[in-house]
């Protein structure tokens, strides 16, 4: 059985849920419904504790200690401990012991900490004091008592306990603002509305006297959606029903604004708050390094298995001969003798395994921990990624992709908010083929903008008069804005010109840019009043027009619809949306004019809405709300029934018009993305936008230039022709230039090949990801991939939010398996954020879901060019240096023990002391490396940001590539063999002592430590280009203290060890003369290869990178050189180029 069906069935269990549904009801004030109206079963749930703490007092050593024993390398090093505990081993316990218990008593102090900051954050938000009502009468008492069906009063600027079912509120239209700031970062006030029925329950007893039974779904995580029903019982027993939707629900975690007090039940309560829901990690995303990482892992346990069996086997073929089994002076017990072969062994070779355990190096799994963790500071650091105009600065979600932001090939962006500022202008609208444009030029004066100039025909009739007008009203009504309170709306705005200062609210800059464009003609929207709509129109008369239903904007039907009934009784049905989705919808009206007048404003890059309306009697009036209420009242499938019901609503419409709103470039949007395609990364836009639009778009930003040829994969192509032809035509043409090879990501910037932009739309993608009609098993993704792969950009509009996460999936799971990055602003960018190796979210205007949802957020889409080419450079380059460095230094380590094993019998004599072999990964050279992690820059900022085709130089994981892997195991190996045999031939043929004494065992291991000690320290000095006092610190002090180490651990008696073995090896060995002149010899020897291949490779075949630093080198000597004139370093300088 599946576990998660396990935790919830028990779950339910635990809640006294027993017979589970997929609705709950909830009594309102705990008062029971009538006789006869419905059955009162009464349900148990959890009281308003929040628990987001993992451990108590109690289950934190056993549930930490579990979490920590999962990851591989803490469980393999705690079976070495216990092997090492059982059987009779070379090494102590201590060894490997103490290392792993220092990895996990950090971790757990860690942790533990962060739970104790968890638990009292949890106690301040369950002890702070509720009112509710309770008898007629408000009484306090602690948040973690409130049950759900408790009434609770909230008061201006409190945070809400619980969910709850807004009720009432001290305004007399029944509604509030509320801030979702510690929700989804959103700081705009958004408006609730209470239960129609329950919105004049002012007082306490009033509220107490409510009767009423609410249904509604069971607690779910989605912010923004909410069905249930509630049912309000008068006199009588037929109970009124009155749908449930978000607009009703108040979350907890939401602040009160601008309302003094509110009224609301608590419906969902605890753990079970859409707030606590959400407190669920995402899953988790894995970096290319990490698992080059964990492979390099199992070929490096592969090498110890090999090294422990060939000394297994050596040492039985050794001991073949009984005087070398069984000297004279250890002969063996009777036991001994008697012991089974296999099973002694067996003991040996857990026996090598422990003594060649430190090839496997725990201490890198912390280091890179650490390395990730304080790393991620240098990005929400970085002023130049602060944004002064929004207070915004960069996010890190997670630090477990920082060096992910190095390897990206692949970037998917949103349009509308991420490209562009999502600050829209009203530009133009048409109505029936005459075009009106506020504040036009004529003769070039600016007109007067309160009249609409007619830049077609200057004299329309009485009839398109009236549409005009009715086109006006229709933008004026078909709308869900807020007016701002704190302006008067009754006396000054009677007059146009002070009708410019309302303040409009919404969640669609788009609105509002066109109800001030409006307004710039004529007519101005003044607020909705006790379900009112007011409108002052030209002649400074206000109009009232009752707002009967609003059919709600969503991303799949693209339109948004409000039914009224003007103050003459006649009921209108006024629809605005994408021309798509409107014209075929449309019987009546200029369609071909405005349709002609849609294409050239998309052409242009300016965003379109076409509006269009019909009047309802009022019998066909009664069919629709009957149709709607339905819907709206249905607990199950409520979203489905709603969309239907739309449908039938929302046909045989008569076009009115269109309107035209410019929504900016970015700024620096075209540079960024010019940036990033010089470092090799291709860029797709996804868009939901027209074509036209979102092609314009792209020719603004540079992704599509003069000189790209646009090759077209849309519904109206294939309409013409057959997917099949479409594709294996668009196919031919690209290989023909290609040569049948498929091009370089940066070929789409080169002068000798055609460059190629393909733009798709949705429609056509829904084809593409179908199976072939023929039934063959094969489809059509592999060659639009092959298309794909031979553009130089790609733009996909008319998308979906799970068509842009269809794409990013395709692309991640090609046969190149790209790294992919998606950036995007809207809670319609959230799928292919999460589906993305990367998801960057852009904190703008439509709210921080984007944001919330990502790994990492910025304030501007420009600041994408400096995360990756420069922040992201840096990350790869440092960890992955980190990683082969930890392998290198642990091969460098283990192998001269190998060797050693062949001169001592394979009788898993140790060479280096204990406290060598504890201290080695812990203390003696792990600083150095992780402060290199963290500050190495082996070129400039500002070379990086100058040139980003530098990033290519680390594409495709290069610096983890198998060749570079074995170069530098090979590397350890070579340097293993210099300090083993150099100390070991020096050892043979020298008696090195000044009075003639030989050196021991230890004295030897002594000296090959020494040695290797230094080399590996100086390996990573010659591999630092950065260099500040911190590194001359941690480097030449690493040395230092081991030196020190040494000299104490040496030259003291400790009373706490029953033997000293290395008393007095340290000194003794320092106090010889060849000793140094070997250490030294040996060090540089050890060195040579990897400077000789560092000076060869530069000379003969330099990397980009390589050539700027030589470049730098040089301009930095010829600026320091005594004598030299400005202009000549200033002739040295790279020239700004002219794009």
Known sequence: MDCSLVRTLVHRYCAGEENWVDSRTIYVGHREPPPGAEAYIPQRHPDNRIVSSKYTFWNFIPKNLFEQFRRIANFYFLIIFLVQLIIDTPTSPVTSGLPLFFVITVTAIKQGYEDWLRHKADNAMNQCPVHFIQHGKLVRKQSRKLRVGDIVMVKEDETFPCD?????????????????????????????????????????????????????????????????????????????????GSENLLLRGATLKNTEKIFGVAIYTGMETKMALNYQSKSQKRSAVEKSMNVFLIVYLCILISKALINTVLKYVWQSKPFRDEPWYNQKTESERQRNLFLRAFTDFLAFMVLFNYIIPVSMYVTVEMQKFLGSYFITWDEEMFDEDTGEGPLVNTSDLNEELGQVEYIFTDKTGTLTENNMEFKECCIEGHVYVPHAVCNGQVLPSTSG?????????????????????????????????????????????????????????????????????????????????????????????????????????????????????????????????VFPRVIEGKVEQIRARVERNAVEGLRTLCVAYKRLVPEEYEGVCALLQAAKVALQDRERKLAEAYEQVEKDLILLGATAVEDRLQEKAADTIEALQKAGIKVWVLTGDKMETAAATCYACKLFRRNTQLLELTTKKIEEQSLHDVLFELSKTVLRHSGGLTRDNFSGLSADMQDYGLIIDGAALSLIMKPREDGSCGNYRELFLEICRNCSAVLCCRMAPLQKAQIVKLIKLSKEHPITLAIGDGANDVS????????????????????????????????????????????????????????????????????????????????????????????????????????????????????????????????????????????GVFDALVFFFGAYFMFENTTVTSNGQIFGNWTFGTLVFTVMVFTVTLKLALDTHYWTWINHFVIWGSLLFYVVFSLLWGGIVWPFLNYQRMYYVFIQMLSSGPAWLLIILLITVSLLPDVLKKVLCRQLWPSATERVQQSTKLKASVAAAPGTDGPLLKDLLPRPRRH
């Open 453 to 581: 100039i007619d830049m077609i025909d200057s004299s329309p009739g009485a009839g398109a008069r009236e549409r005009e007008e009715l086109f006006f009203r229709a933008l004026c009504l078909c709308h869900t804005i807020q007016v701002k309170d704190d302006d008067d709306v009754d006396g000054p705005r009677k007059s146009p010109d002070s009708g410019k200062s309302c303040v409009y609210i919404s969640s669609s800059p788009d609105e509002v840019a066109l109800v001030e464009g409006v307004q710039r003609l004529g007519f101005t929207y003044l607020r909705l009043k006790d379900n009112y709509m007011e409108i002052l129109n030209r002649e400074n008369d206000v109009e009232r027009f009752e707002l009967l239903e609003i059919l709600s904007f969503d991303s799949v039907r693209r339109r948004m619809s409000v039914i009224v009934k003007s103050a003459t009784g006649e009921i209108y049905l006024f629809c605005k949306g994408a021309d798509s989705s």
């Open 164 to 244: 709850l079912i807004f009720l009432s509120s001290s305004r007399g239209d029944g509604t509030c603002h509320v801030t979702t700031a510690s929700l989804d970062g959103e700081s705009s006030h958004k408006t609730h509305y209470a239960v129609q029925d329950t919105k004049g329950f002012h007082t306490e007893e009033d509220i107490d006297s409510l009767h009423a039974t609410i249904e509604c779904e069971q607690p779910q995580p989605d912010l923004y959606k909410f069905v249930g029903r509630i049912n309000v019982y008068n006199d009588r027993n037929d109970p009124v029903v009155r749908p449930l």
């Open 832 to 971: 292919m954020i999460l589906e993305a190796h990367v998801g960057i979210g852009v904190i703008g205007k439509e709210g921080r879901q984007a944001a919330r949802n990502s790994d990492y957020a910025v304030p501007k889409f420009k600041h994408l060019k400096k995360m990756l080419l420069v922040h992201g450079h840096f990350y790869y380059i440092r960890i992955s240096e980190l990683v082969q460095y930890f392998f290198y230094k642990n091969v460098c380590f283990i192998f001269p023990q190998f060797l050693y094993q062949f001169f001592c019998g394979f009788s898993q004599q140790t060479l280096y002391d204990t406290a060598y072999l504890t201290l080695y990964n812990i203390s003696f050279t792990s600083l150095p490396i992780l402060l290199y992690s963290l500050m190495e820059q082996h070129v400039s900022t500002d070379t990086l940001r100058r040139d980003p085709s530098l990033y290519r130089d680390i594409a495709k994981n290069a610096l983890l590539r198998w060749r570079v892997f074995i170069y530098w195991t090979f590397l």
